[in-house]
């Protein structure tokens, strides 16, 4: 084994990711604190070649340095959209034919190995705040909530690495189902 060379990592140019296929799925991201956290989502959604992010409420917006230093440029190349409320988010959303899903641990939640993301042509995941998750008023709006499973004596995960579990979930689900 041997680790392989950036060229042989065969990146897109910010061009070629602006003009590639995404995946159905865009983040809505509900009054984040932290901008580290911004930029790590940034940073997924680039990976994951997702549609786009919407950031809402008081969650940092690019360009700030805090926010690239953990996007590393990932905010070039990933669309974001603001939004005042991330209930307005959710109603641009769902009437651009979006199904949308807040990751949240509410009652008859859908666990996330049982989500079938093929189920739907359009995914909106929201992400809650650091402290109070969710707000109810979106969750209302929802079509479904998931749930990370969660077996020890925490029941909660930084929203960076919720986004890059429950992403990632979708995204390979999605590509298994495709081949």
Request: charge should be negative; include cysteine; glycine fraction near 6%.
């Amino acid at each position: 084994m041997r680790k392989l060379s950036m060229d042989e990592l065969n990146r897109k140019s910010v061009h070629e990711f602006k003009e590639a296929e995404k995946m159905p799925v865009v983040v809505v991201l509900d009054n984040i604190r932290s901008m580290h956290n911004v930029g790590s989502v940034f940073r997924t959604a680039d990976a994951f070649l997702l549609r786009g992010i919407y950031l809402c409420g008081y969650t940092p917006q690019p360009p700030h340095r805090d926010i690239h230093k953990t996007a590393l440029g990932a905010t070039e190349t990933v669309e974001w959209k603001y939004a005042e409320t991330t209930v307005e988010a959710v109603q641009r959303l769902k009437a651009d034919g979006y199904k949308i899903y807040a990751v949240e641990q509410v009652r008859n939640s859908i666990p996330l190995h049982q989500f079938d993301m093929n189920q739907n042509s359009a995914v909106a995941v929201v992400f809650g705040n650091e402290v109070s998750g969710v707000e109810e008023e979106v969750i209302k709006l929802c079509d479904g909530c998931i749930e990370i499973p969660q077996l020890g004596m925490k029941h909660s995960l930084n929203i960076s690495v919720a986004a890059g579990i429950v992403l990632w979930e979708l995204v390979r689900n999605k590509i298994s189902n495709n081949e």
